[in-house]
């Protein structure tokens, strides 16, 4: 069992940057692939980043790519979220996952744990 929660959302401008956190309980945390997801009002639920477990690997869906980075950090069960030059379409609540295979982290179909959320706002 993984029980995940994320904290570091806010309110910030347009150019400006932020940093999601997401704390994970349990001893097997480095054995799982972790992502962000976010969703905004009235859409689905998107993948935006994922590590795995090594943090050799990472992805990101291309409305970021160059903006945010995702990081782990096994020693503190801690997997970050650094976005920079923020627009307003991402304002959204992000959330953190967790995957115990990492066969499919791009879909949140692969993921079976979730946090609660973190809203992120940027104004224009």
């Known amino acids: 069992q993984v029980q995940l929660v994320e904290s570091g959302g806010g309110l910030v401008q347009a150019g400006g940057s932020l940093r999601l956190s997401c704390a994970a309980s349990g001893r097997t945390f480095r054995r799982y692939a972790m992502g962000w997801f976010r969703q905004a009002p009235g859409k689905e639920r998107e993948f935006v980043a994922a590590i795995i477990w090594s943090g050799g690997s990472t992805y990101y869906t291309d409305s970021v790519k160059g903006r945010f980075t995702i990081s782990r950090d096994n020693a503190k069960n801690t997997v970050y979220l650094q976005m920079n030059s923020l627009k307003p379409e991402d304002t959204a609540v992000y959330y953190c996952?967790?995957?115990?295979?990492?066969?499919?982290?791009?879909?949140?179909?692969?993921?079976?744990?979730w946090g609660q959320g973190t809203q992120v706002t940027v104004s224009s």
């Open positions: 996952a967790a995957a115990s295979s990492p066969l499919d982290v791009v879909t949140r179909w692969g993921y079976n744990y």
